[in-house]
């Protein structure tokens, strides 16, 4: 039996675990093994009712309100004791913050093995499987041993797709033995994005910004795109080091990885750091002075130029073709 963790932002299901829940579900169909899901937090059951579109047969919802809020020990704790009793062998979720740290907890909780990042996974006994390190740079083969084979799959790197044919879910809640100690980390308070603001993992077109782009002031023109384009922003490290806008919208390693149509780049070099964020993107557009900028060699696309003439000039030929 499989079971996958899935994420959910209030009752609609995270890209990233339908990306794990396609790979799940197609080692699922492989084995013949049922598909099932813990689902916890606020809008759990919506969230669950959409997942036989996925091949999941039971959906586990969390009704304990300690546990509504995030908490990764806790939450890992619910996961082992889920796996222990409906006997799974292998566990899954999206290669996220929340899906290792959640992953990793179960794992230790269980006292099994982890391979984080996975890119292919290739049951049997060697279980083997290829996954990424050093952010993405490097893919290691490995095998991993144990009863239990607790694996999070990198983001990206598989489509999700629907089963060829929903199955009924059914949903079931679990009054999980909650254990007081690992309500250690929790929720202390919450700052939501502004209303109409795109998010950065989700959006079809990012307009990135680096240090090229020479102060926080210096991002009007930028934003002035993303909103001709309903594009998001997104920025380097060295844009949220210098405070001028905040690490929620940093792409990279210790960022946000994306994974838009179009990724326009401006005057960002294309450190690996910033790369392994933006390397899912379908074209690269960069704009930047420096024709010799690492991340030239990304780009579908490429202005040579100063940011600060071309970005307004792509506004405004916007503005002029579309009559905004
Ligand atoms: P620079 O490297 O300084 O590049 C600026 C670019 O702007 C240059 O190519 C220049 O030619 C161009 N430019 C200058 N002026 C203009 C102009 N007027 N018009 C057009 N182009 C112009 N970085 C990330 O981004 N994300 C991460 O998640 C991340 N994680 C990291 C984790 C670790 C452990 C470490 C060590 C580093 C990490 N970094 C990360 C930092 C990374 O190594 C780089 O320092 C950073 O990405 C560089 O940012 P930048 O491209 O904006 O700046």
Known sequence: MIVAF???DGGRTDRSSLEALTLARRLAER???PLEALLVGD???AAGRQLGDHGVSTAHLVGDPRLADYSPAA???VLAQLVASRGADLVLAAGTDRGHEVVAHAAAFSGHAMAANCVEVEPGEPFRLTRQRWAGSLLEDATLDGPVRFLTIAEHVVEPEQA????AVRLETIEPEV????LRSRVVARVEPEAGTISLADARVVVGGGRGVGSSEGFAELEELAGLLGAAIGVSRVVTSAGWRPHSMQVGQTGTRIAPDLYIACGI???IQHIVGCKAAKAILVVNTDREAPIMSRASYAVIGDLHTVVPAISAEIRRVTGR
């Open 6 to 8: 899935v994420e959910h």
């Open 31 to 33: 084995s013949g093994e």
């Open 43 to 45: 809008g759990a059951e």
């Open 75 to 77: 939450w890992g704790r």
């Open 164 to 167: 060829a044919g929903a199955v």
């Open 179 to 182: 254990v007081e100690a690992d």
């Open 269 to 271: 070099s294309g450190a």
